[in-house]
């Protein structure tokens, strides 16, 4: 079975500090995507990542693909409190659309 | 603007009745699925289906069953509700054809359902 560990999964951090969250797997993943997810709601699409090495930016947040394409990385430059939420990596298995989800990152962003 | 509906935000139901969780999306997408999320497990895939009639199980299908008579709708079926099935459940669409609908081939989630079994 394909498991997908996220670390951390639990983050509590002062507004305008960096963070980095982790996507590890021993599986190789034909792409890879983060979503977040706000409290009474169903996760969000934020990037998908597929080419190995693969850097991608949406504003304060950059993301990253493994050579390998088993691991991804999510940093986030200067948070800040609307970026609280729950982070979930997902891996797609052999482009068949069906994803295996990580456990989640829970960031908490202090004013 | 995609968009996928969930029958209710919240349920209670009680041990042994058979409960109907129902998925609404309006993109014409070929693909359902019906997933279950619980704190530290991620969301775990129960079922899915990649056109009209046509189910697969994902990776926990005990308990349950999908209907998919329309292209719209996707229903989730608890034969006879258990406690351990207690959970929040998210119902989310794809397309099989991205490039023609000019979209992503992200998964498209719903609010989900929080689903209490007493």
């Known amino acids: 079975t394909q498991l997908l560990e996220q670390s951390p999964q639990f983050l509590s951090i002062q507004e305008g500090e960096n963070l980095t969250v982790y996507c590890n797997s021993s599986?190789?993943?034909?792409?890879l995507q983060w979503y977040r997810q706000e409290p009474g709601e169903g996760p969000v699409l934020l990037v998908t990542?597929?080419?190995?090495?693969e850097v991608k930016k949406l504003k304060r947040l950059t993301f990253q693909f493994g050579d390998a394409r088993k691991d991804s990385s999510l940093h986030i430059t200067a948070a800040q409190p609307g970026d609280t939420g729950l982070y979930l990596c997902?891996?797609?298995?052999?482009?068949?659309?069906?994803?295996?989800f990580g456990s989640g990152t829970r960031l908490l962003v202090r004013p | 603007d995609v968009k996928v509906t969930q029958s209710s935000r919240y349920l209670v139901k009680r041990t042994g009745e058979k409960v109907f969780l129902e998925c609404v999306q309006d993109?014409?997408?070929?693909?359902m699925f019906w997933y279950r999320q619980d704190p530290g497990l991620g969301l775990r895939l129960i079922y899915f289906?990649?056109?009209?009639?046509?189910?697969e199980k994902g990776d926990i299908p005990e308990g349950y069953s999908v209907s998919r008579e329309k292209k719209e709708r996707f229903s989730l079926i608890l034969e006879s509700a258990s406690t351990n099935q207690t959970s929040m459940y998210l119902c989310?669409?794809?397309?099989?054809?991205?490039?023609?609908?000019?979209?992503?081939?992200?998964?498209?989630f719903g609010p989900g359902t929080r689903l209490t079994v007493l």
């Open positions: 599986s190789v993943f034909s792409s």
């Open positions: 989310a669409s794809t397309t099989s054809y991205p490039e023609l609908a000019d979209l992503s081939d992200t998964q498209y």
């Open positions: 289906s990649y056109d009209v009639k046509m189910k």
């Open positions: 993109m014409d997408h070929e693909n």
């Open positions: 997902a891996g797609e298995r052999d482009s068949s659309y069906k994803l295996i």
């Open positions: 990542v597929v080419t190995g090495g």
